[in-house]
């Protein structure tokens, strides 16, 4: 089943890392779950506690009379949130098979052995559990505003490493499989909860997913809060921020571009909307050409011929012109603002979409000949006419 090592007279073959914080009234279910779901099956559970109340004892507690071996290490600094727990758990495993998962039960153990045996078909250093293949659910996300902040998070996070995450539906799952083998643990530096963003975007590794249906949490509260949105936001830039600021550069060269050319046609007669027109059409072939060189030139050779994706962005950008230029007069006509900064401020509107869209439809990899069909990802779901189930939230 993978690799087996000793620790004193007990042979390990997979680890289950639980971070934990304040779930002591989950503890005992889910050590009862775990060992049910790996009977048979020479397992560990090991909790790493960053809490302020007694779950670390609670562990202890269980830990007397439970099926499988469990140990707890309690931290006091929690350096890097839950993912620098991990990390630590990653370190002290006794098995290079490592399962990841939140000890709140909205990941559900009996997902274990699905995990296990797609890891034993071979072929994936990471095995997630996924909410976006056959069978999945997000019901225990909750409210709508979760579900759209979840949504977009997962939309950013896609556009920001499509190579990486191209076979990736749910980059934002924190229940998963990991070949610690496989792992430079040394150049983890995790912030904050996503800890499989920060192992995918940081190692060349192959996945692969289970459908899991996320359950409700039915202890304690979600640790999920602006705080938590704005260290994701940063660590998120700071794993790659270097193709966005590109992007953005060059948006902002098309950008001055395209208010210089209005500014100059407008200056010699010609309706404002002509000439944002004709200045939005010289920008963007401009901007075309210069991102091909300098923001996805790693991503032209698994991608369809120059000639698609040219058409692809022609098409996309014009359509958003089409939207944004009579947004734009609108603008004009009832704020009475003039019409190079109503220009200015739909641009940043579009940026966004830009960069989402080239990311992941423009550059999107090739399935290659004799390759199995890619999983229904986020890029495949926004070229099928974003229907109603095209992209769910990634786990916040």
């Known amino acids: 089943m993978g690799c087996r090592r000793r620790r004193g007279a007990v042979v390990v073959q997979v680890t289950v890392i639980v971070p934990t914080y304040n779930e002591r009234d989950s503890v005992a279910e889910l050590v009862a779950r775990t060992s049910a779901a790996l009977d048979g099956r020479d397992a560990e559970i090991l909790f ?7 779950t670390a004892l609670e562990v202890e507690r269980v830990a007397v009379d439970a099926p499988l071996p469990v140990r707890v290490i309690h931290r006091e600094d929690n350096t890097g949130g839950l993912g620098g727990a991990v990390v630590v758990g990653l370190r002290a495993a006794a098995s290079d098979v490592c ?10 153990p009996e997902l274990l052995p699905a995990l296990l045996a797609r890891h034993d078909e071979g072929g ?42 191209a076979r990736s539906t749910d980059p934002m799952t924190g229940f998963f499989l990991v070949d610690r083998s496989r792992l430079d643990i040394d150049s983890l530096k995790p912030q904050g909860f996503k800890i499989l963003l920060e192992i995918l975007a940081r190692n060349d590794l192959r996945i692969a997913e289970v459908p899991m249906e996320f359950g409700e949490r039915r202890h304690g509260t ?3 809060s602006l705080r938590q949105g704005a260290t994701f936001v940063a660590h998120l830039a700071r794993l790659r921020f270097g193709k966005m600021s590109l992007f953005a550069l060059i948006g902002v060269i098309g950008a001055v571009a ?3 050319i209005m500014w100059l046609l407008v200056e010699t007669g010609v309706p404002y909307v002509w000439a944002a027109i004709i200045g939005a059409e010289v920008t963007i072939i401009g901007n ?28 996309f950008n014009n359509v958003e012109a089409a939207v944004r230029i009579p947004v734009m007069a ?24 830009r960069f989402l869209f080239h990311s992941l439809v423009v550059y999107a990899p090739t399935r290659r000949k004799g390759e199995e069909p890619a999983v229904d990802t986020a890029a495949l779901r926004v070229i099928k006419a974003i229907d109603a189930e095209a992209m769910r939230p990634g786990e916040l």
Do not use: C
Not at 48 to 54: F, G, I, Y
Not at 99 to 108: C, S
């Open 222 to 224: 979600s640790k999920a």
């Open 258 to 260: 395209n208010l210089g």
């Open 330 to 353: 609108l603008m004009v006509e009832t704020w009475h603002i003039s019409s190079v900064l109503a220009t200015g401020l739909s641009l940043i509107v579009a940026f966004f979409a």
């Open 48 to 54: 790493v506690d960053d809490s302020s109340d007694d």
């Open 288 to 315: 075309f050409l210069l991102q091909e060189r300098f923001v996805f030139a790693d991503m032209t050779t698994d991608a369809r011929r120059i000639g698609v994706r040219f058409v692809t962005s022609f098409a």
């Open 99 to 108: 399962v990841v998962m939140d000890g709140d039960l909205q990941h559900p």
């Open 124 to 165: 994936a250093d990471v095995v997630a559990a996924s909410r976006y293949v056959g069978g999945g659910d997000t019901r225990g996300l909750g409210t709508a505003v979760r579900f759209g902040v979840s949504r977009a998070a997962t939309w950013l996070t896609k556009a920001m490493f499509p190579i990486r995450l």
